[in-house]
């Protein structure tokens, strides 16, 4: 059974910088694709930043600011998280998946989701 465990979340003033990590465990992730999805109160689960074989990409909203990175050998993802605003302000998922990265629908793991918090 595979498991995801995120880390790393909490309360930062705007413009600071929080890092998250993801760790799995039951199996290998090395050939799935891997990301991050956010979800605010109030709103939809929404794509953030996605890597795979075929490099990275992310979120328009967050372009320049995010950064998605991966330890295959540690079996993790991470996400570095600069100039936060009020908008970051989300419960911040995990995702793995063998099809699409960047859709919901096409995650086959989740991890519990941390919370990150961005004051004004």
């Known amino acids: 059974q595979v498991q995801l465990v995120e880390s790393g979340g909490g309360l930062v003033q705007a413009g600071g910088s929080l890092n998250l990590s993801c760790a799995a465990s039951?199996?290998?992730?090395?050939?799935?694709?891997m990301g991050w999805f956010r979800q605010a109160p109030g709103k939809e689960r929404e794509f953030v930043a996605g890597?795979?074989?075929?490099?990275?990409i992310t979120a328009d909203s967050v372009e320049g600011r995010f950064t998605i990175s991966r330890d295959n050998a540690k079996n993790s993802v991470f996400l570095q998280m600069n100039s936060l605003n009020a908008e970051d302000t989300a419960v911040y998922y995990c995702?793995?998946?063998?099809?699409?990265?960047?859709?919901?629908?096409?995650?086959?793991?989740w991890g519990q989701g941390t919370q990150v918090t961005v004051s004004s």
């Open positions: 890597i795979n074989w075929a490099g990275t």
């Open positions: 039951g199996r290998t992730l090395s050939n799935y694709g």
């Open positions: 995702a793995a998946t063998m099809s699409n990265i960047q859709s919901i629908r096409a995650v086959e793991y």
